[in-house]
């Protein structure tokens, strides 16, 4: 089997197989040959502070979280270590 290491989005490919959901081998016929390739599909989430520039200002000010009083700025100070957003800890399931 041949490895194509680049091919022009303009030639049809098709998928052949899945595996996983995430993985799929792509084939095309060209000039005779059949032509396969691996294909994955990687996906993240990205994760930042909405603002960062509040967040930044926020961990300089407070390094650690024994200097805070309020639980609203310990929750705020723990979600800024891990930077959520607070929709994301409201979306959150248990």
Not at 21 to 26: A, I, S, T, Y
Not at 32 to 43: D, F, K, N, Q, T
Not at 53 to 78: C, G, H
Request: proline share 4%.
């Amino acid at each position: 089997m041949e490895v194509v290491n680049s091919v022009p989005f303009s030639e049809k490919w098709h998928v052949l197989s899945h595996f996983g959901g995430r993985l799929k081998v792509m084939v095309r016929y060209d000039n005779g040959a059949l032509r396969c390739a691996p294909l994955y599909v990687h996906s993240f989430s990205l994760f930042q502070p909405h603002k960062l520039v509040d967040a930044e200002k926020f961990n300089i000010t407070y390094s650690d979280p024994s200097q805070l009083i309020s639980t609203a700025d310990k929750l705020r100070y723990y979600r800024y270590k891990k930077a959520l957003l607070q929709r994301d800890i409201a979306d959150y399931e248990l």
